[in-house]
């Protein structure tokens, strides 16, 4: 096994190459994966939500110079050009179907850091869930830029190899890798792997979009029926629809009357 060290690929790089990158590094950037445009469209729909209820969920563990906001697709329809993203889907693809046999968002969340944020503490997303099988994922996180990222504004911290750690330790400083990316980038991690928002030492903010997707067969983090209203997760495409969680999971987990897919359930 190579040693792990966060690497960017250009956007025309593999599916394979990327994937082999986040297993084996526990994280990777792809470059410029989408225009600045798609950004732009993101953040404007997202400015009123950062604005009124950005300081709702403020906490040690999220910060008080930090904005954020949820249920994104309920917020921003340029959003699921993101959160559906081919490349990336077919990235998640590689490293959660061996698990599963369809996955799902666990959370969308606009994080906009502020000038004067100090860097959140390192962890791990897939605490969520109580237990850990080495060599298994329970999730992927994807962070698109939103705004240019840079080691100065609050570039999230990695350190690679952790998902292969077998007992918690701290991270040493010269394990923690902070690399700059541009807008439109995207930076995918394993839920295992240790991250974290970094310090913000400028004077303008940071903003990305977290999209977590887990195993099919998990509880998904943020209850999308509850968080999306059902009219307009209907009013997506049948990717972002099944995203969000209206599919079933083979045969009989997640079953419902009108799932188009399976037309095995009739009681
Ligand atoms: O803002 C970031 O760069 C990372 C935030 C994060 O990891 C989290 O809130 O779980
Ligand atoms: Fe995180």
Redesign the pocket.
Known sequence: MTSASLVSLSNNSSTQRIADHLKNDGAVIIKDQVVSKICDGVATDLRNHFDSEGTYAESDF?GYNTLRTSGILAKSRASADLIGEAKVMSVIDEVLLPFCENYRIGST?G?E?LPGESA?VL?R?DSIYPMRMPGMEWQVGV?WALTDFTVEN?A?QVVPGSHRWMSERPAQPHEIVQMDMQKGSVLLYLGSTL????ENRTNQPRM?L?NTYSLGWLRQEVNQYLTIPRDVAMSYPQHIQRLLGYQAHGLFLGKYPDDPDNTWYKD
Not at 195 to 198: D, M, Q
Request: aromatic content about 0%.
């Open positions: 999220n969340t994080i850091i959140q962890h997303d962070m609050g999230t991250h974290g928002g970094g990305g977290i």
